[in-house]
């Protein structure tokens, strides 16, 4: 076998061989986005007070039930500066690097720096789960 061909098999092994070992760790980018489009729960409808809420920080959420029954989710993302929330208390979802703070019902801005509402995001209640919608 000359040194040409014997290159191309063991190039060719070792692809195959790449292929086959992403192929069973399921190794794409989108594992991550599917993982958190698939409906598994990121709350339990009584981890979120009436009138209150809870931040999840590593999902950048924040979810609130302004009335009882009523949840509501929203970036965990603050639109002044772009860090983020950190609690909810007395209504209002805080933003620690400077104070804005937003309605728990809408998002809306109730004390800036901030001036625009915090975006919106999709879920869905079933049973005692809230997941992504």
Do not use: W, Y
């Not at 920080?57 to 983020?84: M, R, W, Y």
């Not at 007395?90 to 809306?108: A, E, K, L, N, T």
């Amino acid at each position: 076998m000359s040194g040409v061909a014997r290159r191309t098999v063991v190039a060719a092994a070792g692809g195959a061989g790449l292929t086959a070992a992403l192929a069973a760790c399921g190794g794409g980018a989108d594992d991550t986005k599917n993982t958190e489009q698939d409906g598994s729960a990121l709350a339990r409808t009584g981890d979120i007070p009436v009138g209150g809420g809870k931040v999840l920080a590593d999902k950048g959420l924040v979810i609130t039930q302004p009335v009882a029954g009523e949840f509501k989710a929203f970036s965990s993302k603050c639109t002044h500066q772009g860090c983020a929330v950190s609690s909810v208390k007395d209504g209002v979802i805080v933003c620690p690097c400077h104070q804005s703070m937003f309605d728990v019902s809408d998002g809306s801005v109730k004390s800036g720096p901030a001036t625009a509402p915090l975006p919106p995001e999709p879920i869905q209640v079933v049973g005692g789960e809230i997941s992504r919608g």
